[in-house]
């Protein structure tokens, strides 16, 4: 394989994780709030995917000069606004549980 088949295989990887990892996280972050585990880097990783996907949205609007946002942003927009609510949610449940709160329901 060539430099660019390899170069055309990393930016298709890349787009399935992009695309991915909210779903990912979104069933990590129920999973920790169930249990009332805390995981710092989680609203971290799902601040860096908004704003990369937001990063993109602006330069293709620089670039391109459409204000359009495409299909798979329009998707992955929710998931990764999802993500970050609920990886929020999940280490406050877990804050609450360390602190002798009780724990809000999973529902």
Known sequence: MGFSEMLLLGVVALMVAWLVAPIVGIMRA???RARGTHSPG???LAGVSLGLLLLAWIFKWL???DPGISKVALLNLPLNVAWLWLALRANRAANEKL?????PSTR
């Open 63 to 65: 670039l391109q000069h």
């Open 99 to 103: 602190a002798g709160a009780p724990a």
């Open 42 to 44: 989680a609203p971290i």
């Open 30 to 32: 129920r999973m920790r």
